[in-house]
């Protein structure tokens, strides 16, 4: 009934204007506060010198930005033009020599490169660190248990989370590289992750087992290995393996415009960094509660909105190579704009599709079912906090995010239930999307509240919540809930058009022209009407 549901045009109208004056007003009240208080303590202490010519200074709150495009630029730069050239040289060499042999030892030279540079930028030991796992993981899954490849996954795992394992493991890697724990860390956990997708596929393998190799040529494809994304053995080893490298039209220039869309992306969060603290403001709880409601709950949106971009641009940056390599990456993550149910709040879509093809889907079946949905959900947010490192923020977190996701699927249910679907089946259905975007608004919030949680701090997320719902009631709740109501309506209608052009009517044959025939009596009327066949258009509507 959503699908087909389209409002009156002057009403998508009207929601834009009134989510465009929103963003502006919150928007001009956040950059007021940078302005002003750039003095501060807490501004001092996150808030460094920029571009000289600005005469603004940056933001640098986000480590993880500040370490991919200020101190890890260059190495990144380096480290992905000579994957990018390497590869090209090989394949021109094996080109001239034989063309049956491009397909055949295409991933072997990733391979390869990606053991060099690992071991020029992490030394043998860390090298040594990371075959260790893999034997062990490969060992195991000749065992062909699933119980057993996932305990012993997520115990190597928990080694890289816990003391005194980590100073242990991280003993091996010495040396004054500034990127060295960092590197560390990330190029272990998804060697893990890896590792534990290869022991899973063979698993599932009737006939014989992978080679030790292939789970070699996947750990090691050195754009995917210190920092994911993720994808599956299964989807690697075919695409990887695949004999027809042929492009499809347009494909160059689609990879060409993905590259230069990421960095003009750059420039602008560059720019914004440098006028709107958004990362900063956050950390200091004196100010937040002197500035205004709009201010604190769109510092609260613009906060999901930063990480988005920033996870989306560096996945985007590392998907761009892969795509040059013929891979299909996982792509990048929904933005939280579009997000009003927690079955898609994802902010890493490899991570995502893991757990959701060997934990969540594995254990849900078809998610139908209240008492397997909640063990599936609650295995999948365990094995989430794990991997983010335990925590009481991150425990929290997946609680409340595990509550939100089942607690949709009751409410889905009692819905479905009498008196409530005869109910929806009588009005229209526009108005059944109206009342559907009002509790998708509540919705709305409760995703942005829960994330905030993980991205700043529990002080942050407790004050946007007191000044959404209590200090500012009733006059900024409704009105937030107001515009936040007209942002689902056209997330909705965009969907909406989406879903037509995915999946459009189709067109039905023209009626044969009918053969001169008798008057047919009323008896033989009625038979024909009620052997006629349903419409599929209509089928398909309701």
């Known amino acids: 009934m959503g699908v087909k549901a389209a409002l009156p045009r002057y009403e998508l109208y009207c929601y834009n204007v009134v989510l465009c004056m929103a963003m502006l007003w919150a928007a001009r009240w956040i950059f007021d506060v940078s302005s002003s208080n750039s003095n501060r303590k807490t501004f001092k ?26 101190t890890f630029r260059e190495h990144i730069i380096f480290a992905l033009s000579g994957h990018v050239i390497f590869a090209k040289i090989c394949s021109l060499l094996m080109l001239i020599l034989s063309c049956s042999l491009i397909p055949q030892y295409r991933s072997l030279v ?3 490169y990606g053991m060099l540079a690992v071991f020029t930028s992490m030394g043998w030991a860390y090298v040594t660190l990371i075959l260790s796992h893999c034997v062990l993981l490969y060992s195991i899954s ?25 100073s242990w493991q991280a003993g091996f890697v010495t040396g004054n590289f500034e990127l060295r724990p960092l590197l560390f860390y990330g ?91 958004i990362l900063t403001i956050p950390n200091d ?82 998610h139908d079912n209240v008492l397997d949905e909640l063990i599936a959900s609650l ?24 509550f939100g996701r089942n607690f949709e699927l009751w409410t889905a249910k009692f819905f479905t239930m009498e008196p409530f679907i005869s109910i929806e089946m009588a009005i229209s ?29 529990l002080e942050f997320a407790n004050l946007v919540a007191k000044r959404l719902l209590l200090k500012g009631f009733p006059f900024t709740t409704i009105t937030v809930m107001f515009v936040t109501y007209c942002l689902i309506q056209l997330i909705k209608e965009r969907e909406r058009r989406q879903a037509l052009i995915d ?35 209509k089928q398909k509507a309701e």
């Open 45 to 70: 202490t996150s808030v460094q010198p920029g571009w000289y010519y600005s005469g603004r200074k940056i933001d640098t709150a986000d480590v993880e930005w500040m370490m991919w495009f200020s």
């Open 110 to 112: 990733f391979m390869v």
């Open 142 to 166: 000749l065992v062909k248990l699933r119980w057993l490849c996932f305990v012993a996954g997520l115990t190597t795992l928990a080694t890289f989370k816990m003391e005194p394992f980590i």
């Open 429 to 457: 259905e526009s108005m059944s999307r109206r009342i559907r975007a009002v509790f998708n608004t509540f919705n709305f919030w409760t995703i942005v509240l829960y994330n905030v949680l993980a991205l700043n701090s």
């Open 285 to 366: 709880m004196k100010l937040l509660k002197n500035i205004s409601d709009w201010a604190l709950v769109g510092l609260a949106y613009l906060n999901l909105v930063y990480d988005w971009v920033k996870a989306a641009v560096m996945f985007g940056v590392i998907n761009t190579i892969s795509r040059l390599d013929h891979l299909d990456p996982p792509k990048p993550p929904k933005c939280i704009t579009m997000l009003y149910v927690f079955s898609e709040t994802h902010f890493d879509r490899g991570i995502n599709d893991f757990l959701c093809k060997y934990v969540y889907n594995y254990l849900g079946g078809k």
């Open 187 to 277: 190029g272990c956990g998804f060697t893990i992750m890896r590792s534990m997708s290869f022991a899973l596929e063979n698993c599932e393998k009737k006939d014989g087992n992978y080679s030790i190799l292939e789970l070699l040529k996947y750990n090691f494809y050195l754009p995917f290995f210190y920092f994911g994304p993720i994808m599956t053995f299964d989807k690697f080893y075919i695409q990887a393996n695949n004999p027809n490298l042929t492009r499809k039209d347009g494909e160059m220039w689609n990879i060409s415009l993905q590259g230069l869309l990421h960095l003009g992306v750059i420039m602008i969060v560059a720019v914004l960094l440098h006028f709107m603290y």
């Open 503 to 537: 999946d459009p009517d189709p067109i039905p044959p023209p009626a044969p022209a009918p053969a001169p025939t008798a008057a047919p009596t009323p008896t033989d009327a009625a038979a024909a009407a009620a052997t006629q066949p349903v419409d599929p258009n």
């Open 379 to 402: 295995c999948t947010f365990g094995i989430a906090a794990l991997w983010l490192g335990p925590g009481w923020v991150v425990f929290i977190w997946a609680f409340l995010n595990c």
